[in-house]
């Protein structure tokens, strides 16, 4: 079990150093995520078990019973319920994206003009 652990922890550095000269790319994108995911497989026994472990009194026998399985499932489902009502709260009361090209033309079409940065700049603040 060390082994995998260990050769999934590498795979997830190897992928992630030969994403970086990629940039932003598809390709960088799709090896950012797999070394996300062999990240996480890596994780993931110590994070089960330690999850499983933590609501017992008695030290850890080493069985992992269906109870444990069930309680686990329903914690994680608990939780990715929770972050999905928190984005959708996030959503509902968040402003959308402005957008400056938008915003330019709209107060062009109300009839105000827009401050020029280069017409700004060589006036005082009572010149006309």
Partial sequence: MAELVG???AGACLLFVLS???GKGETATALRRWAGVLFVLALAPSLVT???GSGRSSAP???FGVLDLLALVGGLGLASLAAWGALE???RLGRGKRDAMNDYFSQRSTGKRPVERD???G???FEG
């Fill in 50 to 52: 330690g999850i499983a």
């Fill in 20 to 22: 970086l000269p990629l």
């Fill in 7 to 9: 050769l999934a922890l």
């Fill in 123 to 125: 006036k005082g603040p």
């Fill in 61 to 63: 026998t080493g069985s």
């Fill in 89 to 91: 709260i996030r959503t």
């Fill in 119 to 121: 017409e700004e700049a």
